[in-house]
C-alpha cells in the first residue's frame, strides 16, 4: 500500500521530534495542528511555547537525562512541557491519572524524577492530599523546592493551578530567559530516550520502557494515513497521554499537517460533541467506548457525517454493529508498548477487516512468530510467541537488566504476546502469552475461545481464562456479558460452544456479568476477573 503525504511518499522518519516541531512550524506555522478542551493551538505556537518551556526547565536545573513527570488529565501544559523536555534532552515520564499512592510512589521513585508537574485537582482526584500520601513527611517549600525521604530525587513541585502547597506555579516556567534552540537540537540523537512509558503492572510493579525520539515519532503517523487523514483535517483522540496510544497520537499533526482534538478526558457526549464541533474525519477508541456511545440517550441527536473512518478492535459481531450504526469503516490494530506492531488498512476486504486481523508490519517493522519454548520461527497459520524488531523497538526497561534481559533477545522484543500470520501476511492477535490454556495436554488461546462464544447471538461480549480442572489439569471460563433484552443460560453457551469447537475449546464454566472492569489504560482488567472467582478455583496468588 503506497501512502503519501501531498504528494511525498511516506518513510520512516528518523530525525527527533523537536527537529520535526521546528520544520513543522516553518510550513504550517498559522495553522491549527491540536485542539484542546480549553484552546486552539497552532504549530508556531506549540514550538513558542515548546521552546519556553524549555528556557524555564533550564533555569530550574534540569539538564539532559533528567526525568520530568506529568501527572495530569489532557491538556495543553502536559504537551508543551513534553517538548521543552525533549528539547533539553530530558526524559518525560508519563503518570496515570488513576494512580494511587503505591503506583505512583513506584513511577515517582524508580524513574528517578526530578520534577514533578500536576493539576491539584482533577475530577473528584485531590492530588494535592495524594501526594502527601505518595511520599509521607514531604516538605515543600516556596517556589517548590521539595524534600523526601521516600523520594530522594524529587528536587521541585510544579503545579498547573492553584494548589494548597507553595508550589511553582506552570506559568513561570514561561519567563525565564531565551536559549539557544539550535544548539540544543545539535545535542540531540534520534536514537535517544524521550519517555520513561511505565506499563500497566498488576500483579507486580509496572516496568518502564525507554523509547525513543523515533518510535513516538512515528508509531501513530502511519495509522492515521492508512485511514486517509489529509493536511487540515480533523483527528480525534480518545487515549490518555498518560497511555503510550496517547502520547504517539500527539505528534502525528508535526508530520501530516492535520489537527488533533482533544478532550481533557473521555466521555461519550463530550466525544461526539467534539466530533460534530470541529467536523473530525476519524477516531479511534476501545470498542466499548463505541457501545456507551450508541447507548447514549443523545446519540443521534449529532451529526456524525464527517466520520469516515476508525480504528478499533473487538469482536466481529459488535465491529458489525459499530460499522452499521456509525456508517464508517473500520480498521484494527496491533501494538506493544515496548515495539511496534501492524496495522489494518482501508483496503482489506470488511470480512478480514472484522476478524481480530490486524493487518500487515507498520513500515520499518519486523515481526515474527516463534515458538515459546524453542524459539524456532513458526509456519504460517501456528499461533505462537510474538516477536518485534526495528528502529520503534524499546532500549530496555529503565534500571531493570534483569526483566530486559526476559524482553530481548538479539535485537527482538519479546511482548508477550501470541499470534499468527496468515498466507497474505495479515497478523492476527490471540491473546496474551500468559493467557494460553493448556486442556488435557491441547493449548488453546484465550482469544480462541472468546471468538468461539462471541458466535452465540445472546451474547454481547465475553472474555476467557483458564481455571484448575483434576481431570484435564485446566479448562476454560468465560466471562459473558449478554445482549440487551437477551437471554441464555450457561448450558445454551456450553452446548453452542460443543456444536462449533473442538472440545478442548469449550468452557466448562460460564460466568455472567454486566459491568467489566478497566484499567486507568482502557485495558480489560483481566486480573479482576481472575480475583473474582480465584477463591472457588484456587486461583489465589495467580498471575494476571
Wanted: charged letters at 25%.
Amino acid at each position: 500500500m503506497t501512502l503519501d503525504i501531498d504528494g511525498t511518499v511516506y518513510e520512516l522518519y528518523t530525525g527527533t521530534i523537536t527537529a520535526r516541531l521546528d520544520a513543522a512550524a516553518a510550513r504550517w506555522g498559522d495553522r491549527t495542528g491540536w485542539v484542546f478542551a480549553d484552546r486552539e493551538v497552532t504549530f508556531a505556537e506549540a514550538k513558542e511555547y515548546a521552546d519556553k518551556v524549555a528556557a524555564g526547565l533550564l533555569d530550574l536545573g534540569v539538564r539532559r537525562g533528567d526525568k520530568v513527570a506529568l501527572w495530569t488529565p489532557n491538556l495543553f501544559e502536559w504537551w508543551a512541557t513534553a517538548l521543552g523536555a525533549m528539547r533539553i534532552g530530558a526524559l518525560v515520564v508519563p503518570m496515570n491519572t488513576r494512580f494511587k499512592e503505591f503506583e505512583a510512589a513506584h513511577v515517582l521513585g524508580h524513574s528517578d524524577a526530578s520534577v514533578l508537574i500536576y493539576q491539584p485537582g482533577f475530577l473528584d482526584i485531590d492530588f494535592d492530599g495524594l501526594l502527601q500520601q505518595v511520599a509521607p513527611g514531604i516538605e515543600i517549600a516556596d517556589g517548590g523546592h521539595v524534600s523526601s525521604e521516600v523520594l530522594p530525587r524529587l528536587r521541585r513541585v510544579i503545579t498547573i493551578g492553584e494548589s494548597r502547597h507553595p508550589t511553582l506555579d506552570w506559568a513561570a516556567l514561561l519567563d525565564a530567559p531565551a536559549v539557544d534552540v539550535e544548539a540544543l537540537e545539535q545535542q540531540l540523537d534520534p536514537s535517544d530516550p524521550v519517555y520513561i512509558q511505565f506499563t500497566s503492572g498488576t500483579t507486580s510493579a509496572p516496568k518502564g520502557a525507554l523509547l525513543t525520539h523515533v518510535h513516538v515519532a512515528n508509531f501513530a503517523v502511519e495509522l492515521y494515513l492508512r485511514l486517509g487523514v489529509r493536511p487540515g483535517e480533523a483527528i480525534f483522540n480518545t487515549q490518555p497521554f498518560y497511555h503510550s496510544g496517547g502520547a504517539a497520537t500527539l505528534p502525528v499533526p508535526l508530520a501530516i499537517g492535520c489537527n488533533l482534538v482533544v478532550p481533557h478526558y473521555y466521555t461519550p457526549e463530550s466525544t461526539m460533541r467534539a466530533i460534530e464541533k470541529h467536523r473530525c474525519v476519524t477516531r479511534g477508541g476501545i470498542l466499548t467506548m463505541f457501545v456507551m456511545e450508541m447507548e447514549h440517550p443523545d446519540f443521534h441527536k449529532y451529526d456524525r457525517s464527517s466520520l469516515r473512518c476508525a480504528w478499533t478492535g473487538g469482536a466481529p459481531d459488535l465491529m458489525d454493529r459499530v460499522r452499521e450504526v456509525f456508517g464508517i469503516e473500520l480498521i484494527q490494530l496491533y501494538g506493544a508498548t515496548e515495539g511496534n506492531g501492524c496495522l489494518g488498512d482501508l483496503d482489506m476486504p470488511w470480512e478480514i477487516r472484522r476478524l481480530p486481523c490486524a493487518g500487515r508490519p507498520m513500515t520499518g517493522a519486523e515481526v515474527k512468530i516463534v515458538h515459546p519454548e524453542t524459539h524456532e520461527e513458526l509456519p504460517v497459520g501456528e499461533i505462537g510467541d510474538v516477536w518485534m524488531r526495528g528502529p520503534m523497538t524499546m532500549l530496555g526497561y529503565y534500571k531493570d537488566p534483569e526483566r530486559t534481559a526476559e524482553a530481548m533477545v538479539d535485537g527482538w522484543v519479546r511482548v508477550g504476546d501470541l499470534g499468527s500470520f496468515d498466507e497474505n501476511g495479515y497478523f492476527t492477535f490471540a491473546g496474551r502469552l500468559k493467557d494460553m490454556i493448556r486442556v488435557g495436554g491441547e493449548n488453546t488461546s484465550a482469544e480462541e475461545v472468546e471468538l468461539v462464544v462471541m458466535q452465540h447471538p445472546a451474547v454481547q461480549q465475553a472474555q476467557v481464562i483458564g481455571v484448575p480442572d483434576r481431570r484435564l489439569g485446566e479448562v476454560p471460563l468465560a466471562f459473558v456479558e449478554l445482549r440487551p433484552g437477551a437471554e441464555a443460560s450457561a448450558e445454551d453457551i456450553i452446548a453452542h460452544c460443543k456444536a462449533r469447537a473442538a472440545n478442548f475449546r469449550v468452557p466448562r464454566h460460564v460466568r455472567f456479568v454486566t459491568e467489566w472492569p478497566y484499567t486507568g489504560s482502557g485495558k480489560l482488567a483481566k486480573g479482576e476477573l481472575r480475583e473474582s472467582v480465584a477463591e472457588e478455583f484456587g486461583l489465589l496468588g495467580a498471575v494476571s
